[in-house]
């Protein structure tokens, strides 16, 4: 497993297939013809696309909780820890919004100025992490951190449908309401947007289950803690059901695949289920062999980066919504051959450069 190590192998493997899942769902929802979008097929594809955006974001929260339990063993202060994540979240937000202006400059002539504000997926990953560095700062004691982390995910999946309907944050600037609910220029949530509502809640519930999982890593308890987790993620999932299946509901609108609490408890559930999944297959896979998914992972954000520009932008290698299920398919293999490679050549950069320095 690595588990001594810097990393922890089976979090790298659980990022790599988040940008697996990714690559699939850009890729056929950017080429396939619209003949090709009425069947089961792309149904599958979609459902697929479910995972991605979630499985980043609780793997933020994760990051963090493993920062927070190093930094702790080091007696450094929460409020010290809190401020080096929050301002690692600054860094990703940063990096987001100079996506927007990237994406705005490859598009001119017809992307609308607008799109500079877009709330994207980076965008709320680095907010997602400022707030979740309030873990450490309010909370002292893995009990009181896990508790905290766990409620707020909570919080924010109840808050989410009232946002997103009938409390709809129309009296604040539109593009700062896009944060809130995704509603972009009209006030009308986005489904295709990341708000924090719901999105940082998985964020939160990520940080619940590293700091778990460091707890019992330390006590020796790792194995055990995992298949743990993996049981509550079933639990998770089966609760949200039932819950959806009630023939009442608290809320005055309610949308289960877009703002529901009862969704969120079903995917929070999947992602703790793979989360024990992975664990017990980088346990069983000997140590030696080059994962290319485990790759992916260690370079998440660079291959995100530069995918969206050969898939849905100005350079997409195959003809956008004019392509067979086996032409698309065939582009997909290209695009994770390609993101492959870059992410070897940039691991193999960072290594050398690190090995000059230290010479």
Request: net charge positive; proline share 5%.
């Amino acid at each position: 497993m690595g588990e001594g190590s810097g990393r922890l192998q089976h979090i790298d493997w659980m990022r790599g297939l988040a940008c697996l899942t990714m690559f699939q769902t850009h890729c056929y929802d950017s080429w396939l013809a619209p003949a090709e979008r009425t069947g089961r097929f792309f149904q599958a594809s979609q459902l697929i696309g479910t995972l991605p955006a979630p499985l980043f974001l609780f793997l933020a929260g994760v990051s963090l909780a493993l920062v927070v339990d190093r930094l702790e063993e080091k007696g450094v202060a929460g409020a010290q820890i809190a401020r080096t994540t929050a301002r690692r979240g600054l860094e990703i937000l940063a990096l987001g919004l100079g996506f927007r202006v990237q994406e705005f400059l490859l598009g001119w002539g017809w992307a609308p100025w607008t799109d500079l504000l877009r709330v994207d997926i980076l965008n709320t990953i680095g907010l997602s992490l400022v707030a979740t560095s309030v873990v450490p700062l309010l909370a002292r004691g893995r009990g009181r951190q896990i508790l905290l982390a766990a409620g707020l995910a909570l919080a924010v999946a109840l808050a989410t449908p009232p946002l997103w309907t009938t409390w709809k944050p129309d009296f604040l600037p539109w593009w700062l309401a896009s944060y809130v609910n995704g509603g972009h220029t009209d006030y009308d949530p986005k489904p295709w947007l990341f708000p924090l509502f719901p999105w940082v809640g998985f964020a939160f519930a990520g940080a619940a289950a590293g700091l778990v999982m460091m707890q019992a890593l330390r006590r020796g308890r790792a194995a055990a803690a995992q298949w743990l987790i993996g049981g509550a993620g079933v639990a998770l999932g089966l609760v949200g059901l039932a819950l959806d299946a009630l023939p009442v509901q608290i809320f005055a609108v309610y949308d289960f695949w877009h703002s529901s609490p009862n969704f969120f408890l079903v995917r929070v559930g999947v992602l703790l289920v793979i989360l024990s999944l992975v664990y017990g297959w980088c346990r069983l896979k000997p140590g030696r062999w080059w994962s290319p998914v485990e790759q992916l992972g260690k370079t998440s954000l660079l291959v995100y980066w530069v995918h969206i520009e050969f898939v849905y932008g100005r350079f997409s290698i195959l003809p956008k919504r004019a392509s067979s299920i086996e032409l698309a398919t065939l582009g997909l293999v290209g695009i994770i051959a390609a993101m492959t490679l870059l992410s070897l050549l940039r691991t193999r950069w960072k290594t050398r450069g690190r090995a000059r320095a230290e010479a």
